[in-house]
């Protein structure tokens, strides 16, 4: 158990230290601020860290996209926490928006729920995932639209 809660701990570690990054420059990122108001300085060392990880998962989406832009595929984030990945790539990425693509975020309830709270008090990042669609929210830590899966 309190193994599990040190784990949870780093999906807001994470979050802080991409969005104080995000602030300084090293990469874009709209989205990580809606999930935590805290802003934290961080050394510099943290900040190339944080953009070394951004930079390296973006870049292997996107060449996993490339390598098969005629297929459906899916993309599957086991511990996803907070992250911001697909709403990047739905809002930035043509290759993303073009695909069939199912990306699926899986975590802890605890760190579901959480996120379903901010997404359901995002009108914008809820456009990026349901478009026309109506949402869907099957159970307090879960939903469920054509691209996007979030579950517990």
């Given at each position: 158990?309190?193994?599990d809660e040190?784990?949870?701990r780093t999906a807001n570690d994470a979050l802080i230290s991409k969005?104080?990054?995000a602030k300084l420059k090293y990469f874009t990122d709209d989205y990580s601020k809606l999930f935590n108001k805290k802003e934290r300085k961080m050394m510099p060392i943290i900040n190339r860290g944080t953009w070394t990880r951004v930079f390296s998962v973006r870049s292997l989406?996107?060449?996993?996209?490339?390598?098969f832009k005629d297929d459906e595929v899916q993309i599957l984030s086991l511990g996803a926490g907070l992250d911001t990945n697909y709403f990047d790539h739905e809002e930035n990425s043509?290759?993303?928006?073009?695909?069939n693509v199912k990306y699926f975020e899986v975590d802890f309830q605890d760190i579901v729920i959480n996120?379903?709270?901010v997404i359901k008090e995002?009108?914008?990042?809820?456009?990026?995932?349901?478009k026309e669609e109506s949402p869907e929210y099957p159970s307090e830590d879960s939903l469920i639209s054509a691209r996007y899966r979030l579950i517990s």
């Amino acid at each position: 158990k309190m193994q599990d809660e040190a784990t949870k701990r780093t999906a807001n570690d994470a979050l802080i230290s991409k969005i104080y990054a995000a602030k300084l420059k090293y990469f874009t990122d709209d989205y990580s601020k809606l999930f935590n108001k805290k802003e934290r300085k961080m050394m510099p060392i943290i900040n190339r860290g944080t953009w070394t990880r951004v930079f390296s998962v973006r870049s292997l989406i996107s060449r996993f996209l490339e390598k098969f832009k005629d297929d459906e595929v899916q993309i599957l984030s086991l511990g996803a926490g907070l992250d911001t990945n697909y709403f990047d790539h739905e809002e930035n990425s043509d290759q993303f928006k073009e695909m069939n693509v199912k990306y699926f975020e899986v975590d802890f309830q605890d760190i579901v729920i959480n996120k379903l709270s901010v997404i359901k008090e995002n009108t914008s990042l809820e456009k990026l995932i349901f478009k026309e669609e109506s949402p869907e929210y099957p159970s307090e830590d879960s939903l469920i639209s054509a691209r996007y899966r979030l579950i517990s």
